[in-house]
């Protein structure tokens, strides 16, 4: 992140949706995730003027992990359709290059700036 006066661009990560007592896509047990929604904004005075960069992700809770979700299955689920998450909609980072979080020790996506899981900020 950077900050210019009023003016700045920031990451923003959002859960959209959550699942619970579903088959996990990443390890396939019965489980529990989280869609997660990250963008980058512009900002004047804090109103966010326009968004891109928008991707989307996996969380899940059984397995600990954060893996990016397909764009248009993202955004089906946005929209507010229930879409059952497969394996070939999510790509998962190999465990070993995937950035982990200094305070709670779970996965993170290496463009996140906030620990999802417990809300610390990441030192990059
Ligand atoms: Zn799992
Ligand atoms: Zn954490």
Same mark, same amino acid.
């Given at each position: ?23 996990? !896509? *990443?390890?396939?047990?019965?489980? $529990? +995730?989280? &869609? ?10 804090f109103i !966010? *003027?326009?968004?891109w960069?928008? $991707? +989307?992700? &996996? ?5 600990s ?29 190999d465990?070993?290059a995937?950035?982990?979080?200094h ?22």
């Amino acid at each position: 992140m950077f900050f210019i006066g009023i003016f700045g661009i920031q990451n923003k990560t959002e859960p959209i949706a959550s699942e619970a007592a579903v088959i996990c !896509p *990443v390890c396939e047990r019965y489980g $529990r +995730y989280e &869609i997660l929604k990250s963008y980058y904004y512009f900002h004047i005075f804090f109103i !966010p *003027v326009w968004r891109w960069n928008k $991707r +989307y992700y &996996i969380q899940t809770h059984c397995c600990s992990r954060i893996c990016e979700l397909d764009q248009e299955t993202g955004s089906k689920i946005e929209a507010g359709q229930s879409v059952f998450v497969e394996k070939e909609h999510i790509r998962c980072m190999d465990r070993t290059a995937a950035p982990l979080c200094h305070s709670c020790s779970a996965q993170l996506d290496p463009s996140f700036t906030y620990c999802p899981y417990c809300g610390s900020q990441l030192n990059r």
